[in-house]
């Protein structure tokens, strides 16, 4: 096994800390479970495609209600 130091934002150490200890595991258990999964969606050979481009747009035609209204009505 390979001892190794990291630098974590306060937050994200914060909430690890309190993950591990909810679990009663270790944070080094965290960080090692965390990274395994992480690395489970990028396997070797895997790489960013250059054939991908943003759709083209198309027009949805005009709003349904006006945009000073828009919170409003998602909280209805």
Known sequence: MVKTQVQIPDLLFRDAKR??????????????RGLEEIIRHHPPGRSRSDKWSLPEAFDLGQPLAPEDEWTTLSHD
């Not at 993950?19 to 090692?32: D, K």
């Open 19 to 32: 993950l591990a200890a909810e679990n009663e595991m270790s944070f080094a258990e965290v960080v090692r």
